[in-house]
Each structure stands twice: as C-alpha cells, then as structure tokens.
C-alpha cells in the first residue's frame, strides 16, 4: 500500500478511532488520558499485514491523535520513534504509552531499550503488558517492583498493567504500595 493509499485508508477510518482509544482516565491526578489514541498493533495486526510505516503514524500525530498506544510486542517501537521525529511536535503534547512483554525478566533493561529505539527519554505510562509471564506470586511481585524502580528512575511518569484478571491483580499488588495508576482489566475474571 502506498503512503498516499495509507493516508486515505487513514481518512476514511478517523470515525473509528473512538473504538481504538476512547478512555478517559485520570493518572495520580496529574494526567488526563486524551481522547483520541492512535494504536499500533490495530493497524499491523488487524488492518494490513506488514510493518506500520512512519508516515502513518505521523498523519496520526498530524490528525491529533497524541496519545501513542505503543508496545514492545508489537514490534514497531522503531518506526513510530521515526515518525515521532518526523512529526515535530513537541514532546510535552504527546501521551506516550509502551508495553513491556518479551523483555519482562529483565524490566530496567527492556524499558532501556525500548525508550532508545522510540528515541525517547521516558514514557507518560509504562504497562506490563500480560500476566502469563508468572509462574507464582513471586514473579508478580518481582516484576511490580521492577516497575516501580523503572518510575523512580524518571524513566515512566505513570506505570500499571494491561491484561489483568482479579487474581492476577492480587498476586502483583498484596503487599505493594502504591497501587498502580493504570489498570487494564481482563473481563475473564
């Protein structure tokens, strides 16, 4: 598909944009979830069958979509790093959201690499992006602590997870503090 046939596939599914990203949520009071989100994984998973391009996602960023629902799994992390440059907004306009999977027995070293493929210096909010990395409540936990650590390094605004079932919230969180600013439930719970 070329770029011009990206930006009309664009266009014409602007009125859906709602079901991609439509929550709004309030993060240790300070965030705002925007409206509108521009996801990655919709648009190489469901829509086309090859690698987002960055000139896509900077029409998003042009379109105002500022909220970036990014995640290492997705394998774009790269790509929208180009097209966030290419965009030249300002960073402080953009919401950027990432997802640790693959890299979530070591933490501190995936949001490292992750935050230098995207050529950022912090994310607004970091998610452990599925539970079923655990094999018991210690790996919850052991990743939870990781998360904070990540956030007291300034390298995440805001942390929570993605995914989770009711178990799985109290496996991670039982003796934790703080709570996380972000979670994502799983309805199979």
Known sequence: MAILEEAQWFERNEQRR???????HALERRYLYLRRGYGVELTIQRHRPRPISPELTKTAIHKSF???????????????GVA?????????????TNKVT??????????????????????DLYL??????AKSE???????KSMEDIKKAGKAKSIGVSNYMRSDVGNTYYFR???????DKDDRS
């Open 18 to 24: 709602d079901a991609w990203t439509t929550m709004q």
């Open 66 to 80: 500022y909220h970036l629902d990014c995640a290492e799994m997705y394998g774009t992390e790269e790509e929208v």
């Open 84 to 96: 966030i440059e290419d965009a030249s907004v300002p960073r402080d306009k953009l919401f950027i």
């Open 102 to 123: 693959q890299g979530i027995d070591d933490i501190p070293e995936a949001v490292d690499q992750s935050l230098q493929k995207m050529q950022l210096d912090y994310f």
């Open 128 to 133: 452990v992006h599925i539970p079923f990395f």
């Open 138 to 144: 210690a790996d919850f936990q052991h990743a939870w």
């Open 177 to 183: 503090t703080p709570w996380p600013e972000h979670f």
